[in-house]
């Protein structure tokens, strides 16, 4: 009565009480409030209270609440900002049966149910609402309403790698906005039209979506700008665009929707530039986390990466296998399967089995691979396949396999990409390189090439196994154990520091047959880190080992080490699979057993 109480405290309390016409009333103040101050989280909570206390309420209160169909929209799009999309769909459906009347309300309701089904994984679903909207849309609808939908569709269509499909319509939506003079209608036409085309486009729309307050249009904004240099290749830029989007993502409250999508890309782009310790970091704190839809199939396939890098088999092919399963539900989106399976074949080859590895890229090019940085790696995995066949088959004096091996080389190669950005000149001269092999050759230069490559693409990782197979080269013809000791050294120094026990022992094993000694910190470090290092610990996993064995809780490592217990949580289950125990109980003998610690841990 004093009005000196919130209206979500007093929402609460009348819930308590069993009052359905002042609850819905002060749940409804509530949700409003929430939604100014950028708080989708809390919005949709109270949203989903006033549509479950709709039918218990006097007719008054009834009317006071507005039209139902509208609310619905509210509470769809706050479910999605919170990231709960299952729920923004089943409001959506909802709100899209309440139109049958207002056809230009009705597109723009199915233009919005079509957005959260992509985002819960139903790409035919969407689809086809999209389909519905362009159908419902009147002639006569307004510029605004026309540019929206024409908009939202075109964007999924480009992120569906449809682009011949998305730019007519882009265009027109483009056009659309600007006679509308409408803002907000010229910013998401500008993300549609400038994806991939016009980065100049995407921060007009970027900035325009800020001023409006737009939080969905500028953390897409942020997000197309990203994969606009990713199709560019230019992993080191990435970063920083990621870095402010996921700030402003998570300023207006989208932690749980747009900020963990910007960190699957983050993690992404770490992976790339070799920082596989924090690339993890990011992922495992996603998993932690449970996500759902788009982010559960994105960010599953950036673990099978770090799973084959790391030679963990048998979770690579199990999250492999996940990645496919999700991908199912949403076949215009193949992006993140197609990861996993180029993933998965690496995991094959670490493990010996380039037959298998062969069998995954041939799955993998049976239909036409969209995104060309992953054809072009898929093409590279392909052909090393079918070099190290041809090794194994000259070594088993099987000419006829070795000859069957090499005979699908030409059909991979036709499949690389014709583009000029820096990661895609290097994956096609890995490839070439892995052909030379192939040929029983023994000729440096292509590897030489290949390293230059990834020198200049930014991979520190794919160069140090280009540096691998040089120093292979370069001792099988004779040619310079100068050279191959260097390169041995460099590329040892990067899979220590990225934490690749597979290809650290293919260099460690190489070296010691041709009893070089490598110039390399790896080579230098104490015997404990080196162990920690061959069981596959990364620097932080190895940190939080001795306190581990000394029996300290969660929250003791974490006091000490200044992160937080539910990431020290994270790195200790971590430690427990690779030391392949079960209790913590067994950390300190199964450590000292296997040389990870000295004999008195503290």
């Known amino acids: ?126 689809d086809a609402a999209y389909q519905e909207a362009v159908r419902t849309m009147p002639p006569d609808a307004p510029d605004a309403i026309r540019a929206q939908i024409l908009a939202g569709y075109a964007w999924v269509l480009t992120m569906s790698f449809r682009s011949e499909q998305a730019r007519p319509m882009a265009e027109e939506a483009l056009e659309a906005a600007n006679r509308s003079g409408d803002d907000l209608a010229r910013c998401r036409a500008l993300l ?178 969209r995104d060309a940085a992953t054809a072009a790696e898929g093409v590279a995995t392909g052909v090393r396949a079918a070099a190290d066949l041809c090794e194994q088959a000259a070594f088993a004096g099987d000419r006829g396999a070795a000859d069957a091996a090499r005979a699908g080389i030409p059909d991979l190669l036709a499949r690389l990409p014709d583009d000029d950005q820096p990661r895609l000149r290097a994956w096609a001269a890995t490839a070439a390189a892995e052909a030379s092999r192939a040929q029983a050759g023994s000729d440096p230069d292509p590897w030489r090439a290949a390293v230059a490559a990834w020198d200049e693409a930014e991979g520190p990782y794919p160069g140090a196994y280009a540096r691998w197979r040089l120093a292979r080269a370069l001792l099988a013809s004779r040619s310079g154990r100068r050279e191959a000791a260097e390169a041995l050294s460099q590329a040892l120094e990067v899979a220590a520091r990225v934490g690749a026990p597979p290809l650290a022992h293919g260099i460690e094993k190489l070296a010691a047959g041709a009893r070089l000694r490598l110039r390399s910190s790896a080579v230098d470090e104490p015997d404990e880190a080196a162990a920690a290092r061959a069981v596959g610990l990364t620097p932080r996993e190895f940190e939080i080992l001795p306190l581990l064995a000394a029996g300290r809780t969660n929250r003791e490592i974490a006091d000490a080490l200044f992160i937080s217990p539910r990431t020290v949580g994270v790195h200790v289950s971590r430690v427990l699979h690779k030391l392949e125990i079960s209790r913590r109980a067994e950390v300190a003998e199964t450590a000292r057993r296997r040389g990870l610690i000295g004999s008195a841990p503290t």
Not at 25 to 54: D, G, I, M, S, T
Not at 88 to 103: F, H, K, L, S, Y
Not at 306 to 326: C, I, P, S, T
């Open 192 to 369: 549609a039209w400038g994806y991939e085309r016009d980065p100049d486009a995407l921060a007009e729309a970027c900035d325009l979506a800020i001023a409006l307050d737009a939080g969905d249009e500028a953390a897409r904004g942020w997000l197309a700008l990203d994969l606009t240099l990713r199709a560019r290749g230019l992993a080191g830029q990435r970063l920083d665009v990621l870095d402010k989007g996921m700030a402003y993502a998570e300023s207006l409250g989208l932690e749980r929707s747009y900020r963990k999508l910007l960190s699957v890309y983050r993690a992404e782009a770490l992976f790339d530039l070799g920082r596989w310790d924090e690339a993890g970091d990011v992922l495992d704190r996603l998993r932690a986390e449970e996500p759902q839809g788009m982010l559960a199939y994105f960010s599953t396939a950036q673990r099978v990466r770090l799973a084959a890098g790391r030679g963990r088999v048998e979770q690579a092919h199990r999250e492999a296998e996940h990645v496919v399963r999700l991908g199912t539900d949403i076949p215009q989106q193949p992006f993140p399967a197609e990861v996993a399976q180029v993933a998965a074949a690496e995991a094959h080859l670490w493990d010996d089995r380039p037959d298998l590895a062969l069998d995954v890229i041939g799955r993998l090019f049976a239909s036409p691979v």
């Open 1 to 126: 009565a004093a009005g000196g109480a919130e209206q979500a405290t007093l929402a609460r309390h009348w819930d308590a009480g069993g009052r359905a016409d002042p609850a819905a009333l002060a749940h409804l103040a509530a949700a409003e409030a929430a939604e100014r101050v950028h708080a989708p989280v809390a919005a949709h909570a109270h949203w989903q209270r006033v549509l479950a206390l709709w039918d218990l309420v006097s007719d008054p209160v009834r009317a006071d609440l507005g039209d139902r169909g509208a609310r619905l929209a509210q509470a769809a799009e706050t479910a999605y900002l919170a990231g709960d999309f299952s729920q923004a769909v089943d409001n959506a459906e909802e709100g899209v049966a309440a139109t049958r009347d207002d056809p230009a309300a009705r597109a723009v309701r199915l233009e919005r149910l079509a957005r959260y089904r992509w985002v819960a994984r139903d790409g035919p679903g969407a």
